[in-house]
Antibody, heavy 122, light 108 residues
Framework: EVQLVESGGGLVQPGGSLRLSCAAS????????MHWVRQAPGKGLVWVSR????????TYADSVKGRFTISRDNAKNTLYLQMNSLRAEDTAVYYC???????????????WGQGTLVTVSS | SYELTQPPSVSVSPGQTARITCSGD??????AYWYQQKPGQAPVLVIY???ERPSGIPERFSGSSSGTTVTLTISGVQAEDEADYYC???????????FGGGTKLTVL
């Protein structure tokens, strides 16, 4: 059974940093592109970032470029999102999601984690 | 930046057909995908590559595409279909993923 379990969310002050983790199991993690998607309270889904299966190529939404870094450790079956210079507008539930079919030719998501809440507030 | 446009809300009675549209300039070049999200839950993929239905998704869910608009159709709507629905695609380069703003489906 495919499972994605996020962790690392919490309350952080504006300007602070946080690292999210997503532990994957039930599939060959190293064969799949992975993504982070966020959802502010009461709002819609917003794509944040993606990483290829080897970890050698990354893409970011303009809203987080230069502040967030996506990475992965295929030996540990874990996806990460390092978030720096956090702002109030980064407050959201952050989901990790698996790209359907493995590679990123057709970006879409067949499995999602349960999400982890990040709150940026003083 | 590239945007996908959905109606904020759609309402139907049980047993009727619900249609949710999604418009975007790159949709003739990029596939569209649809997700269902119920309160407090992660999204679930219900349509991929414009018209394909993942295993386990009821046959009443279907997708279609025409030019710059894609449509999610739910035939014979049931109370359990009440949820938020999001379309998703990519920009013309395929590099950036985009979601529509979401449509709240209310079953009257």
């Amino acid at each position: 059974e495919v499972q994605l379990v996020e962790s690392g969310g919490g309350l952080v002050q504006p300007g602070g940093s946080l690292r999210l983790s997503c532990a994957a199991s039930g599939f060959t993690f190293s064969s799949y592109w992975m993504h982070w998607v966020r959802q502010a309270p009461g709002k819609g889904l917003v794509w944040v970032s993606r990483i290829n299966s080897a970890g050698s190529s990354t893409t970011y939404a303009d809203s987080v470029k230069g502040r967030f870094t996506i990475s992965r450790d295929n030996a540990k079956n874990t996806l990460y999102l390092q978030m720096n210079s956090l702002r109030a507008e980064d407050t959201a539930v952050y989901y990790c999601a698996r790209n359907t079919g493995g590679d990123g030719t057709y970006p879409n998501f067949d499995y999602w984690g349960q999400g982890t809440l990040v709150t940026v507030s003083s | 930046s590239y945007e996908l446009t959905q109606p904020p809300s759609v309402s139907v009675s049980p047993g009727q057909t619900a249609r949710i549209t999604c418009s975007g300039d790159a949709l003739p070049k990029q596939y569209a995908y649809w997700y269902q999200q119920k309160p407090g839950q992660a999204p679930v993929l219900v349509i991929y590559k414009d018209t394909e239905r993942p295993s386990g998704i009821p046959e009443r869910f279907s997708g279609s595409s025409s030019g710059t608009t894609v449509t999610l159709t739910i035939s014979g709507v049931q109370a359990e279909d009440e949820a938020d629905y999001y379309c998703q695609s990519a920009d013309s380069s395929g590099s950036y993923v985009v979601f529509g703003g979401g449509t709240k489906l209310t079953v009257l």
